[in-house]
C-alpha cells in the first residue's frame, strides 16, 4: 500500500492540499467523505501544508533522478499531463512546458475548475467542455476516468492519500511519474532538451545558489502565504500570514524599481515562473476570497509591469484562464459560502475568452 511520505523544498506544492490533519481522502483505495477545504494546522491555527508522493524522475537516459526508481527515459509522446488551470502549483509545469515549446511532446488533460465532493473532475465529454461552468475543461483521453483520484488508484488499489494535481503520467509503463510541481518543472527544463527548445534554461548554472534561495524564500512567505492567511483559523495566524505576504510584495517591488526585467536580472528562470503563478491570481482571488486585501497588485507599479511582462511571452497567455480561478477559488465553502464570484476586477492585458486555448493533445503521440 502506498502512502504519502515524500519531502519536497516546497513540502508539497499541488493543489487540493487543504485538508484537516484526519481527513484522508483515499484510504486503502477508497475514497473517504466529502472534501474538506482545510488541512493540517497547528496549535496557533496555522495552515501547514502536507507531502507529495510519487517522486520518480525523467531523465534523458532513464537513469533514476534525486528520488524513486528509474526507467522513466525522456520520449515524445509518452508523457501526459494531469493539471487545474485554478491551481498555481499545476500552472507552472504548465508554464514550463510552454516555454520549453513542449507542447507537442507532452500531452495534457484539464479538470473542471471547482472541487467536487470526490476531488478533482474532468468534463465528461467534449460537449460538457463547451459548457459555461467547465469551458477550458477537457475528459480524460488515456483512461476514461471521472475524477483525479481514479487515477491514483488506479496505479495503487491500496493507495492511501489526497488526490492532487498536477499529475505526470506514463502512457508506456500506465503509471505516475511525479506529483510534485517542484520535481516536474525540472524535469521539464533539462529532461526532453532533445526535442524542445534547449535555449531555455530556467535554472542556469551561474544563478543556482540565488536561484534556490529566492524560491525558497517565494514559497514561504508568498506562494504559500496567501493560503496560509486565507486558511487560518485564528486571528493571530491570519495577521501574521498576511503581514509575510505584503511583505514579500513589497521586497518584490523594491527588487524590480531598479529596472530588471526578471528577479535574477535580464533572463526568466524558474524564480520567475513560481512569482507569476501567485502574482497572476492575487487580484482576481486571494485579495478577495484569502482576504489578502491590503493592496492589490496594480498599486505596484514595477510588479504589475512585471506580471504584464511575463503575461506577454510567447505561450504564457495559454496557461492562464481567469474564470477558471475565480470559479475555482469562489467554490470554496468555508470561505464563500454563498458560492457568488465577482464579476472583476477587470485586467486589461488578460486576453478575453473563456476557453482555453492550450494545446492538449501533443503530435508527437502517434510516436508513442
Not at 177 to 202: C, T
Not at 334 to 347: D, H, M, R, T
Request: negative net charge.
Amino acid at each position: 500500500m502506498a502512502m504519502i511520505v515524500a519531502e519536497s523544498i516546497d513540502r508539497s506544492a499541488t493543489c487540493d492540499r487543504f485538508f484537516r490533519e484526519d481527513f484522508i481522502v483515499l484510504v486503502n483505495g477508497q475514497w473517504q467523505g466529502d472534501w474538506n477545504p482545510y488541512q493540517k494546522v497547528n496549535g496557533n491555527g496555522e495552515f501547514i501544508r502536507q507531502t507529495s508522493s510519487f517522486r520518480h524522475w525523467i531523465t534523458p537516459d532513464g537513469s533514476a533522478g534525486p528520488t524513486g526508481e528509474g526507467g522513466f527515459r525522456a520520449e515524445p509522446g509518452r508523457y501526459h499531463l494531469y493539471v487545474a488551470l485554478i491551481c498555481p502549483w499545476a500552472s507552472r509545469t504548465l508554464m514550463v512546458r510552454q516555454l520549453k515549446k513542449l507542447d507537442s511532446i507532452i500531452s495534457v488533460s484539464i479538470v473542471e475548475p471547482v472541487l467536487t465532493d470526490q476531488g478533482w473532475r474532468f468534463a465528461s465529454s467534449q460537449k460538457d467542455a463547451q459548457q459555461e461552468h467547465v469551458a477550458g475543461a477537457t475528459p480524460d483521453v488515456l483512461h476514461q476516468s471521472t475524477y483525479i483520484h481514479e487515477l491514483y488508484t488506479r496505479v495503487d488499489p491500496q493507495v492511501s492519500g489526497r488526490a492532487t494535481v498536477p499529475v505526470l503520467w506514463d502512457k508506456q509503463r500506465d503509471t505516475i511519474v511525479n506529483n510534485e510541481s517542484a520535481d516536474i518543472i525540472q524535469m521539464l527544463n533539462r529532461a526532453f532538451d532533445e526535442w524542445g527548445d534547449n535555449s531555455v534554461d530556467l535554472r542556469p548554472a551561474e544563478y543556482l545558489e540565488e536561484l534556490n534561495n529566492i524560491n525558497s524564500w517565494l514559497y514561504n512567505e508568498f506562494n504559500n502565504g496567501v493560503y496560509k492567511a486565507g486558511f487560518a483559523k485564528t486571528q493571530a495566524a491570519y495577521e501574521e500570514a498576511v503581514t509575510g505576504v505584503f511583505n514579500a510584495l513589497s521586497s518584490l517591488e523594491n527588487r524590480l524599481a531598479d529596472g530588471r526585467e526578471f528577479l535574477l536580472g535580464t533572463q526568466l528562470t524558474e524564480a520567475d515562473v513560481r512569482a507569476f503563478v501567485t502574482l497572476i491570481r492575487f487580484d482576481v482571488a486571494y485579495h478577495g476570497v484569502f482576504k489578502c486585501n491590503r493592496k492589490r497588485i496594480s498599486d505596484y507599479p514595477f510588479l504589475q509591469r512585471y506580471v504584464e511582462r511575463i503575461y506577454t511571452v510567447d505561450g504564457i497567455a495559454d496557461t492562464v484562464n481567469v474564470d477558471h480561478i475565480k470559479q475555482g477559488y469562489y467554490s470554496v465553502k468555508a470561505l464563500n459560502p454563498n458560492g457568488i464570484v465577482p464579476v472583476g476586477p477587470e485586467l486589461n492585458f488578460i486576453r478575453q475568452g473563456t476557453s482555453n486555448p492550450v494545446n492538449t493533445k501533443a503530435e508527437s503521440e502517434c510516436l508513442s
